[in-house]
Structure formats: structure tokens, C-alpha cells
């Protein structure tokens, strides 16, 4: 069936639209079948070779999660919550994290990257945009694009009382937002072809130093934390 913003998608078939993948991939398919089709098609492009399997290295047990602050018990009135947008997807491009941008610790870094490489609280290092710009980083890019153009076009659906191309446009950026948020579990498993541990390793190392300075920085002006988990605390 042909659909646009006079027919809006179902969610599988604006998965399948962002994804570039036939519908049944979308439906009954693995997430990193939706990933491979985008990192892939980039790969291919920028000439960068595919490898058929996981590495090794990122099959060797498990790595650590994002941050949990301990709650304190009771009932505290006037919360607040603070929420990091995006915060993998925003870490992953910050510091240009890729499997195309990791530097193995068996090499010496070349000459002219000393002072331009992203270092993980791991110890694990990237190279700088400037150097290479990671397919990751690249499309997790043009993904946030999108989505800020979906939810521009659905304020200006809402005001002209359009509401088929209003709905059309929130499925399409639910549809971006779900593949924004996979390639975090994607790249951080063991079977997944672009990977290595420290991929996954370093974002959630970044994402628990990132939390936890914004907890201690609350707690410094006076508040009490009251829980944390992973991209938001409440105050």
C-alpha cells in the first residue's frame, strides 16, 4: 500500500521506511538487520570492508551498565527530573565512537593525533572527527536530523489543524527515535560485525562519569538526589 502524510504509516512500516528495509525485515527481523542495512550501505560507500562475525574480543563477558543511585526511601514531594536527551546516541557522537575509529593499543597512535583523540574513562582510544569521522557518529547524525524535521513539521501540521500529516510525521520520528536508541545495544553485544568491547564499554563509562557529575554538581548547590538511573535523576 502506498502511503504518505495522507496515509499515514503503521509503526513497522515507518521502521521499515527509516531503516531501508522491506517491511517483513522490519516485522519479524533482528535489530541489528535494521543497523546492517544502514551501516552497511555507508560502508560500502565510504569503502570500508564488512566482517562476517563479532570480534573476539567483544564476546569476553559482560560489560558494565549505566549508573543506579541508590533510592532513598519515602515520600518526597515536589520532584524534579533531569533527563539527558539522547544520551548514548549524543556520547557515541560526541566522542566519535565506531568501530571504524578505535585505536588498538597494540599500534602507537600516528603521528599528529596525540592531542586529537577521544580517551574513555576506560582508557580506550578514538580518533578525532577532524582525523576520521566514524559511520556511527555520521548516522546517528543524520538520524537526529530527521527526527528535529518530523517534529518541526508536526508543530506545523498541529497549528494548520492538519491532523493526517500531523500523525503521519510522529510515526515517522518514533520510528527514528526507535532506531536511534538500537544502536547502542547493538554495538555494545558480542555478535554484531561493527563491534568491539570497548565500544560499548566506553559509552556507558562516559554515560556514568556524565551522570554522576551532574549529580555530584545538585548535590553541591544543596538538593538531595532522590534516585537515579542511567540518563536521569530525580531531585
Not at 120 to 135: V, W, Y
Not at 209 to 232: C, F, L, R, W
Request: hydrophobic fraction near 40%; glycine fraction near 8%.
Amino acid at each position: 500500500m502506498f502511503w504518505g502524510e495522507k496515509n499515514p504509516p503503521p509503526r513497522k512500516e515507518a521502521v521499515a521506511a527509516v531503516a531501508k528495509v522491506p517491511f517483513e525485515t522490519a516485522a519479524n527481523g533482528s535489530t541489528s538487520q535494521l543497523i546492517d542495512s544502514l551501516v552497511i550501505r555507508l560502508a560500502d560507500s565510504q569503502k570500508v570492508a564488512v566482517p562476517l562475525t563479532g570480534s573476539a574480543e567483544a564476546k569476553e563477558g559482560q560489560i558494565t551498565g549505566g549508573y543506579v543511585h541508590e533510592v532513598e526511601a519515602g515520600l518526597h514531594p515536589w520532584i524534579a527530573v533531569l533527563d539527558f536527551k539522547s544520551m548514548y546516541p549524543s556520547i557515541m557522537i560526541g566522542h566519535n565512537i565506531c568501530y571504524t575509529t578505535r585505536i588498538d593499543p597494540a599500534q602507537s597512535t600516528p603521528s599528529g593525533e596525540a592531542h586529537g583523540v577521544h580517551k574513555a574513562p576506560t582508557g580506550a582510544l578514538f580518533r578525532n572527527q577532524k582525523d576520521r569521522k566514524g559511520m556511527v557518529p555520521f548516522l546517528l547524525e543524520g538520524l537526529m536530523a530527521q527526527r528535529d524535521e518530523h517534529k518541526a513539521a508536526i508543530k506545523v501540521a498541529k497549528g494548520a489543524g492538519d491532523s493526517t500529516s500531523e500523525a503521519f510525521h510522529d510515526a515517522m520520528q518514533y520510528a527514528v527515535k526507535i532506531l536511534m536508541n538500537s544502536f547502542y545495544g547493538v554495538f555494545a553485544s558480542g555478535f554484531y560485525r561493527f563491534t568491539h568491547r570497548d565500544l560499548g564499554s566506553s559509552i556507558t563509562a562516559w554515560a556514568r562519569q556524565n551522570i554522576k557529575g551532574i549529580i555530584a554538581a545538585v548535590e553541591q548547590e544543596g538538593h538531595g538526589v532522590v534516585y537515579s538511573d542511567t540518563d536521569s535523576i530525580f531531585v
